[in-house]
């Protein structure tokens, strides 16, 4: 708590709460990030996969529309882009499925793998780390870690670049001379 008062000080504590906080408001506890991931990812699912009383050419059910988007059937470039289709985003630049996307950011496909089994809560989470092979002593330390590089690596919408312009003449410099720009 800040002893000194300002004019913005309300509105400071307020915006620096630790529930508001990426940094300071991190679950620590196991339960508490494995609880923040799937209720993100469960957001994220479409409420209805098929669309009822439609059947496919080949009987079975037609799927919606919004399902079809979830699993990347429509606008999709690259067959199986799935870093594509997890991180594509609506017209305001933001994630559409933030959680999708942050797990594709999680390197190593083992680790991605074990956390998309681990969110759709469809499994025990020791039954998860038994079928990843990880022993029962260390199942929690596994499971706590890849959550918390999960946290580290979500974002609601990617981060900003500047623009070229907006670049100061000495970060224009190097990298004209390491041509990444």
């Known amino acids: 708590m800040n002893l000194r008062s300002s004019q913005y000080q309300v509105e400071h504590d307020m915006?620096?709460?630790?529930g508001r906080d990426r940094i300071r408001?991190?679950?620590q506890t196991l339960k508490e990030l494995l609880s923040w991931a799937q209720h993100g990812y469960a957001l994220e699912?479409?409420?209805?996969?098929?669309?009822g009383a439609t059947i496919e050419e080949d009987g079975d059910p037609a799927m919606t529309g919004e399902a079809k988007a979830y699993i990347g059937f429509h606008d999709r470039k690259e067959p199986n882009d799935w870093h594509e289709v997890a991180c594509r985003r609506d017209q305001d630049g933001n994630y559409v499925t933030p959680m999708r996307c942050a797990i594709e950011q999680v390197p190593g496909y083992q680790r991605r793998a074990f956390l998309r089994a681990l969110l759709v809560q469809v499994f025990h989470a020791k039954d998860v780390t038994r079928d990843f092979d990880v022993p029962d002593w260390a199942s929690g330390d596994v499971a706590y870690q890849s959550l918390s590089i999960l946290w580290d690596v979500w974002r609601d919408?990617?981060?900003a670049r500047p623009s070229?312009?907006?670049r100061s003449e000495s970060q224009q410099n190097a990298e004209t001379t390491l041509d990444i720009a």
């Open 25 to 27: 408001g991190k679950p």
């Open 157 to 159: 919408k990617p981060l």
């Open 164 to 166: 070229w312009v907006d």
């Open 15 to 18: 915006s620096s709460r630790k």
């Open 45 to 51: 699912a479409p409420a209805k996969l098929h669309s």
